[in-house]
């Protein structure tokens, strides 16, 4: 019997092949196996860098072993070399022997003499020769997509639409681990506090330049402090923070969020309300649904009641005109979240983006219905693509004339222009998600 106990390569090889072969999201894998082997600080710490490392620069490491692997290879043994290729290239505490030697060893466990055999030879070589230079390639948007590991057609798409520098800039900022960030919980606490409470958790965090509510990590994971588990804050992107902003919330407001789960949007715009009014939080799935109100009772919110429905039936279920503020914080891309989801990058084609953007109109056109006279849709998305972000709002403005825009009021440390309807974030503005944000108020008092 084999009482091998699977160590930090192995599993990322394992995450790796799962997210491959199954199209599992590399975040929820990850964040399972380090629970399931019970890895923590330095070996969780390298555990999630070489799994989203190899995942995020596949193409890359596909180019530099191209050279040195002459024939077909079983899959798996391709990912070990793309894992090993990716510790020589870009960690420099790890020698090159003892990720060789930690190859060799998986590929004779997992395989035979030969396999382990090939492996050693191929590390071997480009330990020996070095890697092909990007150089190499010719034509600059082939390059930049091998180089930053996003497939042709994407970058192509982003440079038609915001020119070379922009599209380059968002491909490697992409490439770079986010900084974890959260939400603190003014109902219960304030940033102070639980800057302070964290400190004696060990865990340095400090205030964020942006948000006056909004804290970054600099040392130790947030989501498993004890100051998580009260309710005294919540982990959220600073983009993604932004959406209530534009909702302009003010107590006893009644407020539809459409496109609700996991429940980060929902809650804060339940804090923003002070526990006040009603937020009615909706997802199409039962299961995403208890995710929402799992959060709502964390952080100890009153005001939040969250039902399973597909959104573009809101009308069978709510009265006309009914709500002060709807939030549609529509499906989309996600092209917006590469540094988090790496894997998406490989798994979408140009044909989602149009099934998506009708998808969105849709939504758009059901909940419209519930803006009372006066009152605001905001719409948003976590992605960068135009068509389904500045096209989506202009088509919704078209075709709803009793709406008009509305000018965006975010907080000071963001530069607006003056009567700035839509904001287009990207990744590379203040290290945040690549989010879209938009506003429209219903005509009338």
Not at 2 to 14: F, G, I, Q, T
Not at 77 to 101: F, W
Not at 331 to 339: A, E, K, Q, T, W
Not at 371 to 379: Q, R
Request: with cysteine; proline share 4%.
């Amino acid at each position: 019997m084999n009482k091998h106990k699977k160590n930090v390569r192995e599993a990322a090889l394992d995450i790796i092949e799962a997210v491959e072969r199954n199209r599992s999201y590399s975040n929820l894998l990850l964040n399972e196996t380090i629970k399931k082997y019970q890895f923590t600080g330095a070996d969780a710490a390298l555990l999630t860098e070489i799994s989203y490392g190899t995942i995020q620069r596949k193409m890359t490491l596909d180019y530099y072993l191209n050279p040195f692997v002459k024939k077909k290879v079983e899959h798996w043994v391709r990912l070990l070399l793309r894992l090993s290729v990716y510790q020589m290239v870009y960690l420099d505490k790890i020698p090159d022997r003892a990720v060789i030697h930690e190859a060799v060893e998986i590929a004779k466990r997992r395989g035979h003499k030969g396999i382990a055999g090939l492996v050693n030879g191929v590390l071997r070589s480009i330990q020996r020769k070095g890697i092909p230079s990007l150089d190499e390639i010719k034509d600059p948007t082939v390059r930049l997509s091998i180089e930053t590991s996003h497939p042709e057609w994407l970058v192509k798409r982003w440079i038609d639409q915001y020119g070379f520098d922009q599209a380059k800039k968002m491909c490697e900022e992409n490439l770079l681990a986010p900084v974890q960030t959260a939400r603190v919980n003014e109902t219960l606490t304030n940033r102070e506090h639980v800057i302070e409470q964290l400190k004696e958790e060990g865990i340095s965090a400090v205030p964020s330049p942006l948000l006056p509510f909004g804290i970054q990590a600099v040392e130790g994971n947030l989501a498993r402090s004890k100051a998580y588990k009260e309710g005294l804050f919540t982990i959220q992107d600073e983009s993604s923070m932004l959406v209530a902003y534009a909702l302009e919330l003010e107590p006893g407001q009644r407020v539809l969020d459409a496109c609700a789960a996991p429940g980060g949007k929902t809650t804060h715009i339940a804090e923003m309300l002070d526990n006040t009014g009603k937020v009615i939080a909706l997802d199409l799935h039962p299961h995403k649904v208890k995710l929402i109100m799992d959060q709502v009772k964390r952080l100890h919110l009153k005001n939040v009641e969250a039902k399973a429905m597909d959104s573009r039936k809101t009308g069978d279920v709510f009265e006309m005109e009914s709500f002060d503020r709807v939030l549609v914080d529509a499906p989309c891309s996600g092209l917006g979240v590469l540094r988090r989801k790496p894997d998406i990058k490989y798994s979408k084609a140009e044909e989602d983006i149009y099934a998506l953007k009708s998808v969105q109109t849709d939504i758009l056109n059901e909940t419209s219905k519930l803006v009372k006279k006066g009152g605001l849709l905001v719409f948003s998305t976590c992605t960068v693509d135009k068509e389904e972000n500045e096209e989506t709002a202009a088509h919704f403005l078209e075709h709803h004339p009793e709406f008009e825009p509305n000018c965006l009021r975010m907080p000071g440390a963001l530069p607006m222009k003056d009567n700035e309807y839509s904001l287009q974030i990207f990744p590379q503005d203040f290290g945040g998600d690549g989010f879209f944000i938009s506003s429209f108020r219903k005509k009338g008092s």
